[in-house]
């Protein structure tokens, strides 16, 4: 909880600076306040209180979620000094992402079907405007207005179900729906299962996943390089947050009936976003159906109902989170240097830099879940956890689809350690951050049990 | 009293007609309209709910609701002028610059 307030009294800090004209001191304070919301999430660990009547639980998952978070997007922030410094709007743009880091965390915390909505409209309404933060750009208008049409559309669903659940369960609590669903199981009314179907779309849309996920490749192309980043890693982890907590612990007791709509969006998110991957010409766009697909995987550990498929959950998260900000970093600093973001723009990165190229390959490697890294223990523990379950057509699925995951991610590999080079070096890059965040990947590839131990009670 | 048969009904009209709006309209002020009809369609439903139950929460989750579909409005609009300036047009049809 005291995260969440560090976090909403940043945001309104940030707003300030413009007036109180001490821009200068926002970076250093940005930084300081987002260390100081992950020690007193660290702090609060193993003590889970509610706060408000309820509104907000924090237990030992969400305070996980809300370290990590925070974490994304401290090397987030670090990323995307472009994207703020030298720029007009740099206040504004901090207290946005502010604000849609305290969304975020509202989601992965919540208790209240009120407090999921306020959370992911505290994100999304911060996320329109990032996504659209280059004015002169008609692709970033695009990308916005999308955004903004498709995320209050999944919006009205969500709020129906939340609205038809409600009047089945006489309550937005979701320990309380838990019970009264569990206690009346067989005699709920029909409109509480279209409810829990809206409720999936509305969460649906959130995550990415395939039926509905086709408007993410293009929200995801058309934002600035920097808001990209964001979306495809804090706000996932968020949206997952949220989603695994609705389906994982308020309505377990119906999930027979909902496991195989959730089987059917497993199958077609890893066979789309894979196949569709191998088509696109753009890393950014190879990148946002990678993100798709591995939307997929992580729905494939949840079909355990368990608790200890929230550890899997966590350590995929952390590994998918820290692949994808060092990928977003090198393809941003390609781009500042060649102006594009096609595949092309790669060539012969390796003899330019080899640093970013290395960098670029561990990263790419650990998304396409190659050993020793942390991508493919992420892969391993979700098909163990699935075939636990005897979820074997799906693992089979999984396999095959990592395999065509492969072969786009070794087309940026590829075109790195080409002979013929193009355009300048690239020079805008945070030489630290990709390091750390290289020793993480490696790190959780080595020791990964210390990561999952973490949500197994 | 009303039956809430006849209210859920009703919303679920105006519900159906918001989403199929939004399907097929192509002005984009019509596709916000849609929307906010999509969500004064919850709205509906959940006072309903509130007062058939006996229990405020349902009316307080409305005022949240509307609070926040302005919020949602006021930046959509924004992002409908910026993009309107650059194509002079509402028309949604011209969102196809970016397509796989």
Redesign the interface.
Known sequence: MNALLVICGLGFVSLLAEIANFKKLLTALVVLALVAAIVLGILDWGTPRAYYHDMVVFDNFSLAFTALLCTITLAWYVMARSYFEHQSHQSDRSALMIFALAGGIIMVSFNNMAMLFLGIEILSISLYVLAGSNKSSLFSNEAAFKYFLMGSFATGFLLMGIALVYGATGSFDITKIYVFVHDHGDTMPRFFHAGLVMILIGLTFKISAVPFHFWAPDVYEGSPTPVTAFMSTMVKTAALGAFVKVFQTCFTPVQPAFLIIVQAIIVLTLVVANVTAVYQVSVKRILAYSSIGHVGYILLALMASDGSALGVLFYYMVAYSAASIAAFTVLQAVELSSGSTGVDSFNGLYYKNPFLAVVMTIAMLSLAGIPPLAGFFGKYLVFAKALEHHYVVLVILGVVTSLIGIYYYFKVIVAMYKKETSGTTPTQYSRVLLVVLTLVILALGLFPDRVIGLLIP | MIPIDYY?WLSAVL?TI??LG?LYRRN?II?FMC?EL??N??NL??VA?SN??N?A??Q??VF??MA?AA??VA??L???I??YR??KTTD?NI?N????
Do not use: C, N, P, Q
């Open positions: 859920l519900f918001g989403v939004v984009a596709v929307i999509m969500l369609a919850v439903v959940m709910f058939y139950m229990d929460a349902g307080v989750f949240f609701i926040v919020a949602e930046v959509g924004a992002i409908l910026m993009m650059i194509t949604i969102l610059r970016l397509k796989w």
